[in-house]
């Protein structure tokens, strides 16, 4: 059973930067795709970033284009989201993700997303 832990979030001003982690364990990482989401209360929650499980194709959401990088290493299992610049509308809490199997051909925006960490708080406030 994959198993996804989120930590890094916290209080930064605005323009700052955090870096999230998704620390996955149960299973191989190699073979899944992994998400950033997030959802803001109120709000619906919002593909941040995604990186496939090979590392070669990532995708941003575009208010994300420019500021957030996503990236992971395998062999530690993790995945990190490296977010700068940051504003107040960044505020949310962060959820990383990972579907139930891997599917050839298809793009990581395009996946059903089945196993959810518990999700880490980013507030960007003065």
């Known amino acids: 059973q994959l198993q996804l832990v989120e930590s890094g979030g916290g209080l930064v001003q605005p323009g700052g930067s955090l870096r999230l982690s998704c620390a996955a364990s149960g299973v191989n990482l190699n073979y899944y795709p992994i998400a950033w989401f997030r959802q803001a209360p109120g709000k619906e929650r919002e593909l941040v970033s995604c990186i496939s499980n090979d590392n070669v194709y990532t995708y941003y959401a575009d208010s994300m284009k420019g500021r957030f990088t996503i990236s992971r290493d395998n062999a530690k299992r993790t995945v990190h989201l490296q977010m700068n610049n940051l504003k107040p509308e960044d505020t949310a809490g962060y959820y990383c993700?990972?579907?139930?199997?891997?599917?050839?051909?298809?793009?990581?925006?395009?996946?059903?997303?089945?196993?959810w960490g518990q999700g880490t708080q980013v507030t960007v406030s003065s």
């Open positions: 993700a990972a579907p139930k199997s891997f599917i050839v051909g298809t793009m990581c925006q395009d996946y059903n997303y089945n196993y």
